[in-house]
């Protein structure tokens, strides 16, 4: 069966800090892969997807960045983290556009 | 323009009773998918049901059933029976026939069951 692990589970970070957050599937090859945060009381906002290796699609501009060194291995970066990228990281994982997620347990990320 | 719309920041409903969540959508591409999911407190994201857009009949799974009405574009959430652990978050989302899998998430409800 599929599984997907999303970790570490909360962070900590001071502001100007570099940011490394880890996303693996596992039982399935090629998926597609997201990821999204969601700000305290909001709804989720997509920040990068993949469809393949090498592949990632922005969808806002921010400080972030994206990459998928392996098929089933996405990680979020950031050089310098910002106050407002505090919030709670969400990786997904869906085995074609055709199929909803499935959500990892997701990071609670506080910048101070 | 917002592509998945939830109007009930939170709704109260008794332990027993049923509930509806409602969710309203927007697209003009006739392929697309309707999606719930509850988020409890500890963040986890649990897929709860899902309405293509071609489905003739709503969609039931065990206690949540979808009130899908196309032509008012929108897609509710029933939950039948409420218990207790229902408290939750949840989150209307839609994908879009030509958006690459991307899920479309409405701001969400907060719904409290009360014994």
């Known amino acids: 069966s599929q599984t997907i692990h999303q970790w570490p589970a909360t962070l900590v970070q001071p502001v100007g800090s570099p940011l490394s957050l880890e996303c693996t599937v596992e039982g399935t090859s090629n998926p597609n892969l997201y990821w999204y945060r969601q700000a305290a009381g909001r709804g989720l906002q997509l920040l990068f997807y993949?469809?393949?290796?090498?592949?990632i699609s922005s969808e806002v501009p921010q400080n972030l960045s994206a990459s998928r060194p392996q098929d089933r291995q996405f990680i979020l970066s950031s050089k310098k983290l910002l106050l407002s990228d505090s919030g709670f990281y969400l990786c997904?994982?869906?085995?074609?556009?055709?199929?909803?997620?499935?959500f990892g347990s997701g990071t609670r990320l506080t910048v101070v | 323009a917002q592509k998945i719309t939830q109007t009930q920041p939170g709704m109260f409903v008794q332990e027993k009773e049923a509930v509806t969540l409602d969710c309203t959508y927007d697209?003009?591409?006739?392929?697309?998918?309707l999606f719930w999911y509850k988020q409890p407190s500890s963040g986890e994201m649990i897929f709860l049901i899902y309405?293509?857009?071609?489905?003739?009949q709503n969609a039931t799974e065990g206690r949540y059933s979808l009130n899908f009405q196309k032509a008012r574009k929108s897609a509710n959430l029933v939950i039948s029976a409420s218990q207790l652990g229902d408290s939750a978050m949840y989150f209307c989302?839609?994908?879009?026939?030509?958006?690459?899998?991307?899920?479309?998430f409405g701001r969400g409800t907060q719904l409290t069951v009360w014994p």
């Open positions: 997904a994982w869906s085995p074609s556009p055709n199929y909803g997620y499935t």
């Open positions: 989302a839609m994908r879009e026939g030509r958006a690459l899998g991307r899920l479309y």
């Open positions: 309405q293509g857009s071609y489905d003739q």
């Open positions: 697209t003009s591409d006739p392929s697309y998918g």
């Open positions: 993949s469809v393949g290796i090498g592949q």
